[in-house]
């Protein structure tokens, strides 16, 4: 598993979208007697509905908490570390902190990472001494939490409520799926051509998104039956990314 905390910078515009209800008042008819028109009730809205308000919710977060486990199988990324665990990380679309237990071949170390606009900082596993690491060479400088995000709540396709119900706990979950390559920014190197099954879970009132669900292959090494669960909180939180060296 790791964890990451994403943050944009500068002035958010809130742009949820909420669906409401407008009642008509029918003028009297020629005859002079009253009429009445019932008041409309709003509609339930559709599973693309909900995944569109999704979308505008998360594009007004000023920032949030991203967290990565995997139920099933692991994920690789690119330099070769094999990230199953981690805590306290940060990351925005130029700055990116990262605190991680990985596999390294065989061995199992604890890393941590600072990028910032490309520039990376990692820990030696062995001593906990920062130094500089070219990008290149870096497992997590291709990490973009925020287009992860837009990629999967723009590219989820055949939206729909599950079959026993759109709601979990007073959560709006959805179901669809979603192609291997709009997850790239969470993996680096994707099997192309695939289409995962994913389950998002909204908030009721904000539809703010708090967790991804992807079933399927999406690296070369993948079984049909990886799991990868991402949540997401952390939305009002204060974040300050700084060079660790």
Not at 16 to 40: E, H, N
Not at 46 to 66: C, G, I, K, Y
Not at 89 to 117: H, M, Q, T, W, Y
Request: aromatic share 6%; hydrophobic share 40%.
């Amino acid at each position: 598993m790791y964890s990451l905390i994403t943050s944009r910078r500068g002035p958010h515009i809130v742009g949820l979208f909420l669906i409401s209800a407008v009642a008509l008042i029918a003028a009297a008819c020629s005859s002079g007697a009253p009429t009445t028109t019932p008041i409309p009730t709003p509609e339930p809205l559709t599973a693309q509905q909900a995944l569109d308000n999704a979308r505008a919710a998360m594009a007004s977060v000023p920032q949030f908490e991203f967290e990565l486990t995997h139920p099933e199988g692991t994920t690789s990324l690119d330099g070769g570390l094999d990230l199953r665990r981690a805590d306290g990380a940060v990351i925005a679309p130029e700055r990116l902190k990262v605190s991680a237990e990985a596999n390294l071949g065989r061995i199992f170390v604890k890393v941590d990472a600072v990028v910032i606009e490309g520039q990376t900082w990692m820990t030696s596993p062995l001593t906990g001494n920062w130094s500089s690491v070219a990008p290149e060479d870096s497992p997590f400088s291709f990490l973009d939490p925020v287009r992860l995000v837009t990629n999967v709540l723009e590219l989820t396709t055949d939206p729909a409520y599950p079959a026993n119900g759109g709601s979990s706990g007073g959560e709006i979950v959805l179901e669809g799926k979603v192609a291997s390559e709009a997850l790239r920014p969470l993996v680096g190197t994707v099997l192309p051509g695939e289409l995962l099954d994913v389950k998002l879970t909204l908030e009721p009132d904000s539809f703010l998104l708090t967790s991804a669900r992807l079933t399927g292959r999406l690296q070369p090494d993948d079984q049909a039956n990886y799991v990868r669960l991402i949540r997401f909180s952390g939305f009002e939180d204060n974040l300050v990314i700084e060079p660790p060296i």
